[in-house]
């Protein structure tokens, strides 16, 4: 069985950093196509950042240049770093996994398969 357990979240200041980790059970993660998605209260998931089996990468607009998606495939683990974070990333944290990775770049839900419990993300201005 598929499992993901996001880790990492909570509260910080207009312009700090948090960093989020997706450790997997179940799969090995790095046969799969990888993402960070988001959804603040009243708004629909936005899909941020992907991460293939090759290791290219995705970015939604509003988060390039400040977060990076990585993952370390000896711990099964998937990372979001969050630099430069602004009040309106504030938002509950979802990692996810495609097993097919059809139009896992586009960062759309649909795409992915397993998802996690999530983990909120709170920044203040």
């Known amino acids: 069985q598929v499992q993901l357990v996001e880790s990492g979240g909570g509260s910080v200041q207009g312009g700090g950093s948090l960093r989020l980790a997706c450790t997997a059970s179940g799969y090995t993660l790095s046969s799969y196509c990888l993402g960070w998605f988001r959804q603040a209260p009243g708004k629909e998931r936005e899909g941020v950042a992907g991460i293939n089996s090759l290791g290219d990468t995705r970015y939604s607009d509003s988060v390039k240049g400040r977060f990076t998606i990585s993952k370390d495939n000896a711990k099964n683990t998937l990372y979001l770093q969050m630099n430069s974070l602004k009040p309106e990333d504030t938002a509950k944290y979802y990692c996810?996994?495609?097993?097919?990775?059809?139009?896992?770049?586009?960062?759309?839900?649909?795409?992915?398969?397993?998802w996690g419990q999530g983990t909120q993300v709170t920044v203040s201005s």
């Open positions: 996810a996994a495609s097993r097919g990775c059809s139009g896992w770049y586009r960062l759309l839900s649909r795409s992915f398969d397993y």
